[in-house]
């Protein structure tokens, strides 16, 4: 059996590591020009769901790979008002010395790229699929190629193309959520003006009205080449939070944005503003928030589904790379022993249960009600 993905993310990657290990033939398409070609830094929280699918998918040397390349595991969750006076506070002691928690998005591709480098083709953007006579799944790249395949994977995002070829109707929801994302190298000056939370886990500042903003470190056990510790920093908001329309937003120069978060957050707690203005605001991009209310479903084929391409998620309960993940594990087991309508059963339940538990928390993170 061959099996081509669409889509080297956090998905894909892990599901062609379990493949191989299975034995199968698998090829991963990816429409990026090489595993360099963007530094998508931000910080995943990975919890006990990812870390199991981990072990499940990855070989030894892998697995070892992503344990080296995450953070030191943070102890806390908190919320603060915008003079950083607490607001919430919730403990996670007792991390091991394996353990994965956080992880920076570019550095665990990377890691879960080991040893795939015959498996992995770079710069081929898929755009349509068609089920041919013998059976098998051709595939068209914008470059004008093909490929076939006996089960094609669309691992390819919340946009995939996959998916809006074979669930046409399914509905992907713009949130009206926007981020503007940024990274504050963590140097002496800024572990001297941090508040010590925002450098041990997840905190997240609100005055319940404007914007908000989370910070959270990215304290690596083996940094990438390219960069090292950083707190990673979001502001988020709807359009007329950030008092920027789309075409603004997404036409700034990644200065120009930062400057968006230094204004918003000028009268918070001076730390704030010290903090922001401590950025790398070359940094900075702003992504749109979407998810779905209910999980894409089809019927069972040559063709197949996993992570966001199937369920789109806010990023307010930490589980859309980790949902992937599971999806990658139950999606191994089910190509090795020929179970594919079982996974497409229990990925549904599975996968709405995070989406609900993101809805539910965006009520609190940014006000948001979308029915869940
Ligand atoms: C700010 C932010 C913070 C987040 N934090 C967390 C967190 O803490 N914990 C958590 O679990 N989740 C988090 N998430 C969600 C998480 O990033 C996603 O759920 C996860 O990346 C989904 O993995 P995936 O493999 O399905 O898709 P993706 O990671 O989006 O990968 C899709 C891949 O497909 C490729 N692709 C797309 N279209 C094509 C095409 N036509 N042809 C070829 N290739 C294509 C893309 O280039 C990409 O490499 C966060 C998301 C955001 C935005």
Known sequence: MQVAIIGAGVGGLALAQGLKQAGIDVRVYERDASARFRKQGYRIHISEVGEQALAAVLPEVVRRRVIETATHPGDLVAGFDTSLTPTFEQVYPGAGPDTVSAIDRYAFRRALMTGLDDVLVFGKQFTSYAETAAGRVQLTFA??????????????????????????????IDSGIRCIYGKIPVTPAVRGVAPDAFLRGFCFVTDGQGPGAAFAPVLFRTPPEEYGDYLMAVMTGTQAQLGHSDEELFGMAPGDLWGVVAKHVADWHPAIGELVAAADPSAAFPITLR?????????????????DAVHPMLPSAGAGANTALWDAARLTEALADGSLPEYERDVRPHALAAVDESLRNAKHLFNLDLGA
């Open 291 to 307: 998810t779905c209310t209910e999980i894409a479903s089809w019927p069972t084929g040559r063709i197949t589904l996993l992570g």
């Open 143 to 172: 470059d004008g190629s093909t490929e076939t395949a006996d089960v094609l994977v669309g691992a390819d995002g919340v946009g995939s193309r996959v998916r809006a070829q074979l669930v046409p109707d399914f509905e992907v």
